[in-house]
């Protein structure tokens, strides 16, 4: 990924590390609830909870993985030097659990009417990256 120097003096876009085993084991087939229960770290697993039992339904499920995905992905945000606001790039593959995880959360709370929060965390995912917020619209 090439990344440019940001001439507006803000903070540099924030990449989270890979978790390669937990990848490959979302992607070889392994179910979501088997990958977030060997790596409870992993957003993308959580986010792949939230979006099977929002398409079954179940809102407040959804609403319940994402926001644990949501605080995980937080968690390493922060060590990985997030201060609270900058880019979270889409294009960084590893990020991509944590965005997915934010943009499940303001579906699930639009659907339970949480309105506030809904707002908040879509807001959220314009912010950190536009490119994610577009990706994501049409799981909404």
């Known amino acids: 990924m090439?990344?440019?120097?940001?001439?507006?003096?803000g903070p540099p876009p924030t990449?989270?590390?890979d978790n390669a085993e937990a990848r490959e084991m979302l992607e070889a087939g392994a179910k979501a609830a088997d990958v977030a229960a060997r790596f409870p770290t992993y957003s993308a697993a959580w986010a792949a909870?939230?979006?099977?039992?929002?398409?079954?339904?179940?809102?407040?499920?959804?609403?319940?993985f994402a926001r644990t995905g949501y605080h995980r992905g937080l968690d390493q945000l922060r060590r990985a030097g997030w201060k609270g606001h900058?880019?979270?790039?889409?294009?960084?593959e590893p990020n991509r659990g944590f965005l997915?995880?934010?943009?499940?959360?303001?579906?699930?709370?639009?659907?339970?009417?949480?309105?506030?929060?809904a707002e908040r965390c879509a807001?959220?995912?314009?912010?950190?990256?536009?490119?994610?917020?577009e990706a994501l619209a049409a799981s909404r």
Do not use: M
């Open 123 to 133: 807001q959220f995912l314009r912010d950190s990256s536009t490119a994610a917020a």
């Open 2 to 9: 090439e990344t440019h120097e940001n001439l507006l003096g």
């Open 49 to 64: 909870l939230a979006d099977e039992f929002f398409t079954a339904g179940h809102a407040v499920t959804s609403y319940a």
């Open 86 to 92: 900058g880019p979270i790039p889409w294009e960084h």
């Open 100 to 117: 997915r995880c934010l943009n499940a959360l303001a579906r699930a709370a639009q659907a339970i009417g949480e309105k506030d929060e």
């Open 15 to 17: 990449l989270l590390p």
